[in-house]
């Protein structure tokens, strides 16, 4: 089953405006990261944040986590057509295997 | 650095044969994890080696193997090919295994295999 599951399946916005998705998980984590794929540069780690962390910033990306709530969203600021991609979230289980959410799929219109 | 490498890029087999897949991870990388990426399934775990040991293994079926040599690149096995195997096959390093994903995996390309 999976541990991430995330939210909305897919978006399209235009260049420019700002990109928010949600991941939510299922039981305790010690950290959640994020990924990117992209048909150009294949699966790419973006951030990793962890359980005693709220906020971190990378470039463009924002990432929060509410443990209370088992979620974190990731925001891309000021989008670009590069930015296009499916971006996962990922945690550990209790055996420490990273499990995987689905998937939103993020379309950039120029 | 070079990158995590992986052969092949694709491949096509027929229902019932073997294939043996082959990963490269980055210099320095001790732990090499397989996934299997379907559009249905998504990004499945099937098996963590490090130190030439297995560490953990997802939930799949005996026909799915793997090993792992001294320079830690890693192959994986899969025997009696089905036509649900056809999928991409993801091979990712990094520098620990565990700790509950505190390590950030690099991703090679991938393997795309079509069993037909």
């Known amino acids: 089953s999976q541990q991430g599951e995330e939210d909305p399946q897919a978006l399209s916005i235009q260049e420019g405006e700002n990109a928010t998705m949600n991941c939510s998980y299922k039981?305790?984590?010690?950290?959640l990261q994020w990924y990117r794929q992209n048909s150009g540069r294949g699966l790419v780690h973006l951030i990793l944040?962890?359980?005693n962390e709220r906020e971190k910033h990378s470039g463009r990306l924002r990432v929060t986590l509410d443990t209370s709530k088992k979620s974190s969203s990731l925001l891309i600021t000021a989008s670009r057509a590069a930015d296009t991609a499916s971006y996962f979230c990922?945690?550990?289980?209790?055996?420490?295997?990273?499990?995987w959410g689905a998937g939103t799929k993020l379309i950039i219109k120029p | 650095k070079a990158g995590v490498t992986q052969t092949p890029r694709y491949l096509i087999k027929t229902r019932g044969q073997q294939v043996t897949l082959s990963c490269s991870p980055i210099?320095?990388?001790?732990?090499v994890s397989w996934y299997q990426q379907t559009p249905g399934q998504g990004l499945q775990f099937l098996f963590e080696?490090?130190?030439?040991?297995?560490?953990n293994k997802g939930n799949f079926p005996g026909r799915f193997s793997g090993r792992q040599f001294s320079n830690s690149r890693s192959e994986m096995n899969v025997s009696t090919l089905e036509l649900g195997d056809s999928a991409l096959y993801l091979c990712?390093?990094?520098?620990?295994f565990g700790s509950g994903g505190s390590y950030e995996q690099y991703f090679g390309p991938g393997t795309r295999l079509t069993v037909t």
């Open positions: 990712a390093s990094s520098l620990g």
């Open positions: 210099s320095g990388h001790r732990s």
């Open positions: 080696y490090f130190s030439e040991t297995q560490r």
């Open positions: 039981t305790s984590i010690n950290n």
């Open positions: 944040i962890r359980s």
């Open positions: 990922a945690t550990a289980d209790s055996n420490y295997q990273l499990i």
